[in-house]
Nanobody, 117 residues
Framework: QVQLVESGGGLVQPGGSLRLSCVASESIFSFSLNAMMWYRQAPGKEREVVATITSYNATNYADSVKDRFTISRDNSKKSVYLEMNSLKAEDTAVYYC?????????WGQGTQVTVSS
């Protein structure tokens, strides 16, 4: 069982920035094999994938966050990050880190991001 712990959420004004972090409990080798994702879920909406980074560092983004968000990973720290810039009110949601490997998916507990003036 892989445990994922997110941090870095909070309240930010529109146009501001936040950096989310997620650290995994598994070994560095195992972490390096994971595809890692950031999802988000806004009140009353379904959970949606925001960004993905594969084990070989290929990235993909939802259209709504392209050119504003950047996903990255540091295998030596068993961590994945989401740099969020030019935040909008519609980015308000609980953000979840997820790991996928060998047909198994793991989730963190989520971190709240609120964009409001």
């Amino acid at each position: 069982q892989v445990q994922l712990v997110e941090s870095g959420g909070g309240l930010v004004q529109p146009g501001g920035s936040l950096r989310l972090s997620c650290v995994a409990s598994e070994s560095i080798f195992s972490f390096s094999l994971n595809a890692m994702m950031w999802y988000r879920q806004a009140p009353g909406k379904e959970r949606e994938v925001v960004a993905t980074i594969t084990s070989y560092n290929a990235t993909n983004y939802a259209d709504s966050v392209k050119d504003r968000f950047t996903i990255s990973r540091d295998n030596s720290k068993k961590s994945v990050y989401l740099e969020m810039n030019s935040l909008k009110a519609e980015d308000t949601a609980v953000y979840y880190c997820s790991a996928y490997r060998a047909r198994a998916r793991y989730w963190g507990q989520g971190t709240q991001v609120t964009v409001s003036s």
